[in-house]
């Protein structure tokens, strides 16, 4: 028996409760880990509420994203043994695999080897960001050396690793933050300029380009606010919409503008494509070797501090990085 956290009903924090489960040996292409850290993202805030983009199978447990070490390989499983220290990245449904808990049976396929040195928290913290964004910039489009990139939302953990992927590939990267507070930590990031609510979205993003307009937006927002971001493209411009922070719906923009690319996109299109992760783990690690990337870690929480985790995540008082859950102690 393993304690795990899952909910019986949708709602907030509060609906989180620990369990007693039995969990089940891994089957053909599958391994069960020893979760030591887990990453928190939104995706799990909203799945809990609802509101995600697949509804929860009640008893549910939640989370995509774990560093852990190997204890058990199902039949087929040749690439990791026990005792491998590996990270997961997202590749599955939380209603297929959950990691929220002291244990794990996940696909050996969304395992990645953890850097030599990388603790769990950092591991927990350094893959969902970098790939994401290596999908983006490299898959979907390739970034040029003086291509003007919008991030929104710019301080959760994807914006912050955007920032410096897009500076470590020659582009110049303007953030925006829903306020001033996180302007200081945004410009040590790496932006070249943030832009806040209370700046006129297309005219910031004008004048920070010198007038060109943006060639990319990475927007982790979407809503009624990508008509505003398609506005203030330059011609042949691209906009991905990898996320719905703004919880409305993301409405086709009216013309009157430049011709632009505007395209959704998720990371499971990197993440279960073996080929790309391959890529995508590759350009990481290189990243990471030289320095150019180097993973932001907001707070970390006790296991037994799930509810305001969870609580902490949906807070407008989150710092930037990734929040983590600590699982087990090194």
């Known amino acids: 028996m393993v304690r795990a956290i899952r909910f019986h009903e949708t709602g907030g924090p509060e609906v989180l409760r620990y369990e007693e489960v039995t969990l089940r040996a891994p089957g053909p292409g599958e391994v069960r880990i ?12 909203n799945f809990r509420r609802g509101t995600y983009i697949e509804q929860p199978v009640l008893p549910a447990g939640l989370g995509t994203e774990a560093a852990g070490e190997v204890l058990e390989v199902g039949p087929d499983v040749a690439r990791w043994a026990p005792g491998d220290l590996v990270s997961v990245v997202p590749a599955f449904s939380q209603n297929d695999y959950p990691v929220y808990a002291e244990e794990a049976v996940v696909p050996a396929a969304a395992l990645v080897a953890r850097p ?19 999908g983006m910039v490299q898959e979907v489009v390739r970034v ?30 303007i953030a925006t ?26 005219d910031a993003i004008r004048t920070s380009t010198r007038g060109h307009g943006a060639d990319l937006v990475l927007d982790a927002v979407g809503g009624p606010q990508v008509e505003d971001l398609v506005r203030a493209c330059a011609a042949g411009a691209t ?23 505007l395209r959704r996109y998720r ?14 783990e590759h350009f990481v690690r290189a990243g990471l070797a030289t320095g150019a ?7 970390v929480f006790d296991f037994d ?22 699982v087990h102690r090194a």
């Open 239 to 261: 906009v991905i919409v990898h996320g719905g922070l703004s919880g409305r719906p993301t409405p086709l923009p009216g013309g009157g503008y430049a011709p632009v690319w």
């Open 116 to 134: 030599d040195g990388m603790d769990a928290i950092t591991g927990a913290a350094i893959w969902m960001p970098y790939v994401t964004v290596y």
């Open 305 to 326: 501090d799930i509810a305001a985790a969870h609580a902490y995540v949906d807070s407008p008082a989150r710092g930037p990085g990734k929040p983590v859950v600590r």
């Open 293 to 299: 990337f180097t993973p932001v870690v907001d707070r």
């Open 34 to 45: 020893r979760v030591d850290a887990i990453g928190l993202n939104r995706a799990e805030v």
């Open 177 to 202: 933050a829903p306020s001033a507070d996180q302007r200081t930590a945004l410009l040590a990031a790496g932006a070249a300029a943030v832009i806040t609510d209370e700046d006129d979205l297309v």
């Open 144 to 173: 040029r050396p003086g291509d003007r990139v919008v991030i929104t939302a710019a301080a959760n953990s994807v914006g912050m690793a955007a920032l410096q992927v897009v500076r470590h590939l020659g582009a110049l990267p």
């Open 267 to 280: 990371v499971h299109e990197i993440t279960t494509d073996a080929a790309a992760l391959r890529r995508a």
